[in-house]
């Protein structure tokens, strides 16, 4: 039993230690910035481009500073106040040139980007730098076969891609995932030679050791696909499947798998 004199040990604490002892502790630094840069750099390398490693940019200048340091990811930039600045390139060929496998390369929003044919043949991931796909768009010009070409495991996502004549990704081997993105073919009195994605590859291809394990394929998600004589075309061994369609006022979304049976 308890004495009479003894205090219950459920007996409420004293509000005034409480909020006092809440102030102070609010008041601590928060600890993971007490981390040195190279350790936080290093978290922030796990996080995905789009939106953890961008939201994580909003929070402090030196989480800024950090999210957008060229070892993450390289910047395309239309206009560069500073030609000096490492890890930013005024156009995507330039990136792509400079890139190491497994790199993301950020392209700023606003304008058009203008890029035809160029290969990539290293693991990339290219993200739009906008809010919405409509806000970073890729444009090449009618001579060219495609805006991009692909012959190893890469990534798009966030980006409108427009072709006149063509077609706008050209998948000649790798993994390729479309996220989020627009594909565009413009209309034109052709329209029937234009196709958004066309894949070439074939159960011959062999991949580079770096991006062992991953067989040929096209996986599209969340990706409007807009004019041309079909959305993909395949003339290897890849065939469509899992395909699902969300039928807009002005367009088609789409999700779908190209892989070998």
């Known amino acids: 039993m308890r004495d009479v004199g003894e205090e219950p040990k459920w007996k409420r604490s004293d509000p005034k ?4 002892s809440k102030s102070s502790s609010s008041s601590l630094p928060c600890l993971i910035n007490k981390l040195d840069d190279g350790c936080l ?27 957008c340091h060229p070892r993450l990811w390289l910047r395309v930039e239309r206009s560069i106040k500073d030609p000096l600045e490492p890890g930013v390139f005024p156009s995507i060929e330039t990136a792509v ?3 190491r496998p497994g790199d993301t390369i950020l392209i700023s929003a606003g304008g ?14 290219l993200i ?10 890729l444009i090449c010009s009618r001579g060219a076969d495609s805006v991009l070409e692909f012959l190893s ?17 050209l998948h000649r081997s790798g993994r390729l995932t479309i996220d989020g993105c627009v594909l565009q073919c413009e209309s034109n009195p052709l329209d029937f030679l234009s196709v958004p994605i066309v894949s070439t590859a074939s159960a011959q291809t062999v991949l580079s050791p770096s991006v062992k394990g991953y067989k040929d394929g096209v996986s599209v998600s969340r990706t ?23 039928y807009a006022r002005t367009s088609l979304v789409f999700w779908f798998d190209m892989e070998q049976q």
């Open 17 to 20: 230690r409480t909020s006092s």
């Open 41 to 67: 750099m290093h978290i922030f390398s796990f996080l995905s481009p789009i939106p953890d490693r961008y939201n994580t940019a909003l929070v402090c200048h030196r989480w800024l500073f950090l999210a």
């Open 97 to 99: 040139a400079a890139a």
């Open 112 to 125: 058009r980007h203008l890029a035809s044919d160029i290969q990539i043949k290293k693991p990339l991931c």
């Open 128 to 137: 739009g730098g906008g809010e919405v796909p409509d806000e970073t768009t």
């Open 153 to 169: 495991t890469c990534k798009l996502a966030n980006l409108t891609v427009k072709a006149e004549l063509g077609c706008c990704l």
């Open 224 to 246: 409007r696909i807009e004019g041309g004589a079909k959305a993909v075309s395949t003339s290897g061994d890849l065939t469509l499947q899992r395909v699902r369609v969300i």
